[in-house]
């Protein structure tokens, strides 16, 4: 894992190195093994580098001189490609010469020259690289499939700044006065709780995932060409469960044994759900028929009893043999955290499982510098209750209109009776995307109109917003749901938040149920095989089964969270407070008054707000370190 950022002139006038010593120190947390600046007359690049891959080989910014009818390349990468070795033997044989023993960014340079803009399809991994050809004067970006890694950009009159971290672009221009706040994306980020493409900074937007984007500098602005290399396949209306489950388990195991490699200690998080509980039993399968050293497995352990799945975690551990490390920690200071994580990224993150994701990433890398994740799991196999929500909706939402609203009235998030209230709320809405809207948004339409942010987005008062970007009209509306999650709640959300808490303590988190073959498998697949009679990762859990107590597969979903409500209604209930009504969201036009009355209904126990509280506190604190930029701190210690 590494930090990338670079600056393209479409004109003469040079680039000020200056600009790319800012921008690498704000990027430089992700990358603390070494880092490099190459500068061009119309490009400079500078890179923060983690080394996992080939420590002594892989330095970059990473050059191939100019030979034959091969121009001179330059790359900077960040991520890991996991079939490098197989493409280097190919390339090997097609006539490359390779300096690196066997550094996987060098195979991008040679790729490159081989293939051009069909390399992403040959590569499996994830990634974010930029390529700059000198002679062509031509820039290459690129993304991988699922959006694991980041990769952002901006377009300017007479030049393109990229960088992977939406602050960075404060970086950029040392001096300059605080960008505009784009307003679309601040509605888009307190509806759902992330932006999507557009960042909240005017201008900022993020190449999308298995997408690329080219330019050529002599081309002059707005020559740049973006275009998807990837997109999710079509769902099958005839396929059948059968030979599946041996399928899925050949490909999952294929998926972790590619991302064993590694030169530095690796080891796995381990919550004990099912997810991350299958993808250590299987690493440490393959680990044991290695002969080498047991995984480590690691999980934080919570204070809070109804957070807690230790426990859990330690069965899985001591079913499969794994060298178990349980974490006991809680954030002495969680505003710090947060302060911390919001100069990481440079963004409001509205995900507060963002915290205790950041406890396990800090702990982890203490011990480890690569970690296994389970992520992925819940959107491609339908782990989620709002899914089984859609297949109700679905197939009773007659009976379910009919329902009183005040059946489902409680002021407990997690009880039967609040979530019946949502189901009620989402069966009410037109259709499949405004019930699902109804579902997954924190803010209603009444609620971002109180905010006074309603913009258009909102016909008139208390009406819903009946539709979500990109809704697949041609599935139903379950595998609708699935497939909207994986092209806007994973990349948008999931995946921001694990890069960022990762990142934020330099360590390298890879995904194995996110590898192509299985991601591609299973949104190919119709829901009545992923869930059949709408039970959670009944598939999944066929493919696990053999390899996990019995236990874990029968428990119910557990969310990585930390009691957030009850401190805003406790500790952290005056730091609130400051924050909501006396901090800086008045200079978005945001209004006051529904935030008083939320926390207000909430100390009272009467509704409970977390998510909405956390989301506007998440922005408050994102708009003080907009007022005051500042890198974040290098390493494991945080003040």
Same mark, same amino acid.
């Given at each position: 894992m590494c930090g990338i950022a670079?600056?393209?002139?479409?004109?003469?006038?040079?680039?000020?190195?200056?600009?790319?010593?800012?921008?690498?120190?704000?990027?430089?947390?992700?990358?603390?093994?070494?880092?490099?600046?190459?500068?061009?007359?119309?490009?400079?690049?500078?890179?923060?580098?983690?080394?996992?891959?080939?420590?002594?080989?892989?330095?970059?910014?990473?050059?191939?001189?100019?030979?034959?009818?091969?121009?001179?390349?330059?790359?900077?990468?960040?991520?890991?490609?996991?079939?490098?070795?197989?493409?280097?033997?190919?390339?090997? $044989?097609?006539?490359?010469?390779?300096?690196?023993?066997?550094?996987?960014?060098?195979?991008?340079?040679?790729?490159?020259?081989?293939?051009?803009?069909?390399?992403?399809?040959?590569?499996?991994?994830?990634?974010?690289? +930029?390529?700059?050809?000198?002679?062509?004067?031509?820039?290459?970006?690129?993304?991988?499939?699922?959006? $694991? $890694?980041?990769?952002?950009?901006?377009?300017?009159?007479?030049?393109?700044?990229?960088?992977?971290?939406?602050?960075?672009?404060?970086?950029?221009?040392?001096?300059?006065?605080?960008?505009?706040?784009?307003?679309?994306?601040?509605?888009?980020?307190?509806?759902?709780?992330?932006?999507?493409?557009?960042?909240?900074?005017?201008?900022?937007?993020?190449?999308?995932?298995?997408?690329?984007?080219?330019?050529?500098?002599? $081309?002059?602005?707005?020559?740049?060409?973006?275009?998807?290399?990837?997109?999710?396949?079509?769902?099958?209306?005839?396929?059948?469960?059968?030979?599946?489950?041996?399928?899925?388990?050949?490909?999952?195991?294929?998926?972790?044994?590619?991302?064993?490699?590694?030169?530095?200690?690796?080891?796995?998080?381990?919550?004990?759900?099912?997810?991350?509980?299958?993808?250590?039993?299987?690493?440490?399968?393959?680990?044991?028929?290695?002969?080498?050293?047991?995984?480590?497995?690691?999980?934080?352990?919570?204070?809070? +009893?109804?957070?807690?799945?230790?426990?859990?975690?330690?069965?899985?551990?001591d079913h499969i043999g794994s060298r178990h490390t349980e974490l006991t920690c809680m954030p002495d200071d969680v505003l710090s955290d947060l302060k911390r994580l919001t100069a990481v990224a440079g963004e409001p993150i509205a995900d507060s499982s963002i915290l205790p994701t950041f406890l396990l990433c800090r702990e982890t890398r203490r011990h480890v510098k690569v970690a296994l994740t389970g992520e992925g799991g819940d959107e491609l196999f339908g782990g989620y209750d709002r899914y089984r929500a859609m297949r109700l909706i679905a197939r009773y939402g007659k009976l379910l209109r009919r329902l009183p609203r005040g059946l489902g009235s409680s002021t407990n998030p997690k009880s039967i009776r609040m979530r019946l209230g949502r189901l009620l709320e989402a069966a009410r809405r037109s259709n499949p995307a405004a019930s699902y809207a109804a579902i997954v948004e924190l803010f209603d339409a009444r609620q971002l109109q109180a905010l006074g942010l309603s913009g258009g987005d909102v016909a008139s008062a208390g009406e819903a917003l009946e539709a979500l970007p990109e809704w697949p009209e041609d599935l139903d509306g379950l595998k609708a749901a699935m497939h909207w999650d994986m092209r806007w709640y994973l990349p948008f959300d999931l995946l921001r938040k694990m890069d960022r808490a990762s990142m934020a303590v330099a360590l390298e988190v890879r995904c194995p149920l996110l590898d192509p073959p299985i991601y591609e498998l299973a949104a190919h697949l119709p829901t009545d095989v992923l869930m059949p009679s709408g039970r959670p990762k009944s598939l999944l859990r066929r493919v696990a089964a053999p390899l996990i107590p019995r236990q874990i597969l029968r428990r119910p979903k557990q969310g990585f969270a930390v009691p957030i409500g009850a401190w805003f209604a406790g500790p952290l209930r005056q730091s609130l407070s400051g924050h909501l009504l006396e901090g800086r969201l008045s200079t978005l036009g945001i209004e006051r008054s529904p935030i008083e009355t939320w926390i207000r209904e909430h100390n009272e126990h009467r509704i409970d707000h977390t998510h909405r509280l956390y989301s506007l506190l998440s922005l408050s604190l994102w708009l003080d370190w907009l007022a005051q930029p500042v890198a974040p701190v290098v390493g494991l210690d945080v003040e």
């Open positions: 670079g600056i393209i002139r479409f004109d003469d006038q040079p680039i000020a190195r200056r600009r790319l010593e800012s921008m690498l120190n704000h990027v430089q947390h992700r990358g603390p093994d070494g880092s490099g600046i190459t500068e061009f007359p119309h490009c400079s690049f500078a890179h923060a580098r983690l080394s996992v891959i080939d420590p002594p080989g892989g330095h970059q910014p990473m050059l191939a001189a100019a030979i034959g009818k091969w121009t001179g390349l330059t790359v900077i990468f960040n991520g890991e490609i996991y079939n490098h070795r197989q493409l280097r033997r190919l390339l090997e $044989k097609l006539g490359h010469h390779f300096v690196s023993d066997h550094s996987d960014t060098e195979v991008l340079l040679h790729g490159y020259r081989e293939w051009g803009h069909d390399l992403p399809r040959r590569i499996e991994g994830m990634f974010a690289f +930029a390529l700059w050809d000198a002679q062509e004067r031509r820039l290459f970006l690129c993304r991988d499939r699922a959006g $694991k $890694k980041p990769l952002y950009f901006r377009r300017g009159d007479q030049e393109l700044v990229f960088a992977s971290l939406v602050g960075t672009f404060m970086f950029a221009d040392p001096g300059a006065a605080q960008p505009r706040v784009n307003p679309d994306a601040l509605r888009h980020y307190l509806r759902f709780g992330y932006t999507a493409q557009a960042s909240l900074l005017d201008g900022v937007e993020e190449l999308p995932a298995g997408s690329w984007l080219t330019l050529d500098a002599d $081309k002059g602005p707005g020559s740049e060409r973006i275009e998807r290399y990837w997109q999710l396949p079509r769902v099958s209306m005839s396929l059948t469960s059968q030979g599946l489950t041996r399928a899925i388990g050949e490909l999952v195991e294929s998926a972790v044994e590619k991302r064993l490699e590694a030169d530095v200690p690796l080891g796995c998080f381990l919550s004990g759900g099912i997810d991350s509980s299958l993808i250590a039993a299987v690493a440490q399968k393959l680990l044991k028929a290695r002969g080498e050293e047991p995984l480590r497995t690691f999980t934080v352990g919570m204070r809070a +009893a109804q957070y807690d799945e230790s426990s859990y975690a330690r069965q899985v551990a």
